[in-house]
């Protein structure tokens, strides 16, 4: 008897932490995220309409790596890794090649959420983590089989992570995540004292 494993569903995970400087690298990132959470009232004024807890550039800022040179540079290795995930599918890309579509900050409050979702029109996305307090969230997973189980049984509470339902990754402080974007995933509560801060991210082919 044997089994085939197909279909997999493989999450891409790199440290940014063995990059030259980057300590100061990290701390002018959130140095600029807490200056965007500050000064950008469109996107306050978005978080308070849509009930986000905290503040997200999501809405309202779509040029930060034009804007704040810290971002500019965390572009240029995002490009690096997106490149290399998508060698790692195995990607087709023709003519075309996976650029940025779009990049913005993720200050997540003590107590706040943000629920499950996939990004639609992108390929590949992801999130970079720049502050991780102690009891900070989880980012979680869900298998994407799970609208068309039906009447499976549940998963025994001993299954190996790659036959759980959910699978929770917690992130360190310059963690990098990245995905492809039909992938269903959330943030659970934070409950850490202080911000859980991150930059999330879109890649499309073109």
Request: glycine letters at 6%; one cysteine or more.
């Amino acid at each position: 008897m044997a089994l085939r494993p197909l279909f997999v569903t493989p999450i891409y995970e790199a440290s940014l932490t063995t990059d030259r400087s980057f300590e100061n690298f990290n701390a002018e990132i959130f140095d600029a995220c807490q200056m965007l959470a500050a000064e950008d009232a469109a996107g306050r004024a978005w978080c308070r309409e849509h009930g986000y807890g905290g503040y997200t550039s999501y809405a309202s800022l779509d040029d930060l790596p034009q804007r704040v040179s810290a971002f500019s540079d965390l572009k240029s290795r995002l490009d690096r890794h997106a490149k290399s995930f998508a060698q790692a599918l195995h990607f087709d890309l023709g003519r075309g090649r996976l650029k940025l579509d779009s990049l913005w900050v993720n200050v997540l409050k003590p107590g706040a959420a943000h629920s499950g979702h996939i990004h639609p029109h992108s390929v590949i996305s992801g999130t970079y983590y720049v502050e991780v307090p102690d009891g900070a969230s989880a980012l979680k997973i869900e298998d994407p089989r799970l609208p068309l189980m039906m009447a499976a049984p549940p998963r025994a509470a001993d299954a190996p992570e790659e036959a759980q339902p959910f699978v929770y990754l917690q992130p360190q402080a310059g963690t990098l995540y990245m995905w492809e974007s039909w992938l269903r995933h959330e943030v659970p509560a934070n409950r850490a004292k202080t911000p859980r801060v991150s930059v999330s991210f879109n890649y499309g082919w073109r």
